[in-house]
């Protein structure tokens, strides 16, 4: 990718699936990956390694380990009314289909010829 400065912290990059404007200040970029995901789209990534900004500081502080231990700091209570029991949870039974059991590999090409 190329990337051409356009200003403090606007660059114009070019190449990859398309030419993109990127603004590292607002965190946007016009293939509108970086708005909605909050990670750094591959254009991002260029612009910044192109200013000298290190890629962890434009991910969203959403995504940092901070925030995520700060969301299991507290006890989780149950909702009023809401029974709690103490067992084990167990994952599903998953039964197989009737019938015989389908061919999982990969034919050959001369198979697929005949």
């Known amino acids: 990718l190329r990337v051409q400065q356009i200003d403090g912290w606007k660059f114009f990059v070019k190449g990859g699936n398309r030419d993109c404007n990127v ?25 910044g390694t192109a200013a000298g900004v290190h890629i962890s500081t434009l991910v969203w502080p959403v995504y940092s380990k901070d925030t995520l231990f700060a969301g299991y700091s507290e006890n989780i209570y149950p909702c009023v009314g809401q029974l709690v029991e103490a067992r084990t949870c167990f994952p599903p039974e998953v039964k197989r289909g009737p019938g015989r059991q389908k061919k999982s590999r990969w034919q050959s090409w001369l198979e697929l010829s005949r």
């Open 23 to 47: 603004d590292l200040e607002l965190q946007k970029c016009d293939c509108g990956i970086y708005q909605v995901e909050k990670i750094p789209c591959s254009h991002a990534i260029a612009a």
